[in-house]
């Protein structure tokens, strides 16, 4: 219940937020808002059972997710409202809000898997670039080095094969 008296309250704000609409900062609000209700979201739907650090990436993601979503709903869905509402009557807008609300489905539940693979992965990555950086490095004693050659004299043969 709770949950969902927050995302009325959410979606009552969005929706009527006048001073939003009218502000240069209304992408950042907005993002800032999606990412704290989803992250909050999800920490609650999870039983409380994950570490709020293990849950940004997710609620990032989602709300990059349902901002594109929101810029794809000005430019493309509402031209094909208007255009679908005179051509089919009130059965074309449901043609048209059909695939939006298939594209938040996909946004809100694929945000947090999405998540959950950059926050186990990116620490892996970031070990590996760094790695790669430093060059050859020693391992359990041993040079570990790209190149697994024997060394050569300078006449062209092998150091123990002798004169």
Known sequence: MLRLAVLIGFLFLSATGTLWRRSPANSLVAVLTAVLFAWWSQWLLLGRRVRWHALLPGAVVTAVGLLGLRLA???????LIASNMVTYGSFGS??????????VGVV???????????????????????RRRRGPTHRRG????????TPVCAEGGSPAAGP
């Not at 043609?95 to 594209?103: E, K, T």
């Not at 539940?109 to 670039?129: C, I, K």
Request: hydrophobic share 45%; proline share 8%.
């Open 73 to 79: 709903s000005r430019l493309v869905f509402s031209p």
């Open 94 to 103: 449901v043609l048209v809000i059909q695939p939006w609300l298939v594209g």
């Open 108 to 130: 809100v539940l694929g945000g947090a898997p999405v998540g959950r693979l950059l926050d186990e992965e990116l620490p892996r990555v970031r070990r590996a670039l760094k």
């Open 142 to 149: 041993r040079f570990v080095s790209d190149t697994h050659s």
